[in-house]
């Protein structure tokens, strides 16, 4: 009776822990140029619908591509984001606006080109 009374509890603590978050809902978004070359300092905006994109507002998360061209977003909605890319003078516009719905608990990766 011990044994399945112990068994029981490790279960119920097991549930418990699974159901906190352990991992936040992350975006990696890395930038590159028309060549394939990544694109540091390229700043990415991303907007939670199609009217803030379109009209340039409220983004929820703005910061600029590291050396390596890429940037991260920590704990975002499991939802599909707009998202513009650009650097000087190229920019993704008519292209890879959008992410697909983001997996909940989960690093969720994006790659973008900037052209002219």
Known sequence: MKKVSAIFFICIVSLTLASFQLFKTNLRITVRN??????SGATVAVYKTKEDYEKSVNP??????DAKGIVTYEDM???AYYVTAEKGDRNNFGAAEKTEPLTANKMNKMTIIISE
């Open 34 to 39: 028309e060549l394939g070359n990544l694109e």
């Open 60 to 65: 929820v998360a703005l910061d600029k591509t």
């Open 77 to 79: 909605e499991a939802i």
